[in-house]
């Protein structure tokens, strides 16, 4: 296991290799050392790919970096992110769409999924969340698929977490829809 000084680093190089990249926008971080038993990552990084650039459909990124149960035998990060949410902002009807899924046998980078439990995907779902209130965004939509029961019951309960409406088409599938009015406008 990495030290608290490796983890921050490893926090402090991705930190300065984000803010030098003019394709990213760092939306929250926390620099806290880890408790041994802690429940939710204390060291964080939540970045985005998404310039607003007048574009009016395009699609995007947020992305979760922790150096925490990220470091290999030589003390570097293994991934640049442990969580991506994938949307698209559609403008002309104020509304963002995200997707939801879950890849057969394993979770994939480009999944939204909590899968170690420490928070990731909720920091980047709340991100996604404020960066559609400063847009301007009326309805968060999307559909939400696993392979899995018990981890389409975690992202189920994630989304009615943050009061999304959750319509369960299919729990035996794993398949549903997710809704958010925002009340921003």
Same mark, same amino acid.
Not at 53 to 70: E, H, L
Not at 90 to 106: D, F, P, Y
């Given at each position: 296991? /990495? ?12 930190? /300065? ?17 880890? /408790? ?6 204390? @060291? ?10 007048? !574009? ?12 925490? /149960? ?13 969580? !991506? ?9 104020? @509304? ?19 899968? @170690?439990?420490?928070?990731?995907? !909720?920091?980047?779902? @709340? ?22 029961? =018990? ?20 729990? =035996? ?13």
């Amino acid at each position: 296991m /990495a030290s608290q000084s490796e983890y921050t680093e490893l926090y402090n190089k991705r930190m /300065a290799l984000i803010e030098d990249n003019p394709h990213y926008t760092i939306l929250a971080s926390m620099n806290k050392p880890m /408790a041994d038993d802690a429940t939710r990552v204390t @060291q964080y990084i939540v970045y985005t790919d998404f310039k607003n650039d007048g !574009q009016k459909q395009k699609t995007s990124s947020i992305f979760v970096y922790t150096p925490y /149960a990220n470091v290999d035998k030589y003390g570097h990060s293994k991934a640049d992110f442990q969580a !991506q949410l994938l949307f698209e902002l559609n403008e002309w009807e104020q @509304q963002v769409h995200i997707t939801v899924l879950e890849t057969l046998g394993s979770e994939s980078r480009l999944a939204f999924f909590d899968y @170690q439990n420490l928070g990731l995907a !909720q920091l980047a779902l @709340q991100s996604l969340i404020n960066l559609s209130n400063k847009l301007g965004v009326k309805t968060i939509t999307g559909n939400i698929s696993s392979f899995d029961k =018990e981890k389409f019951a975690k992202i189920v309960h994630i989304f009615k977490k943050f009061t999304f409406d959750v319509d369960v088409k299919d729990s =035996e599938h794993g398949i549903g829809k997710i809704t958010k009015n925002l009340s921003n406008n």
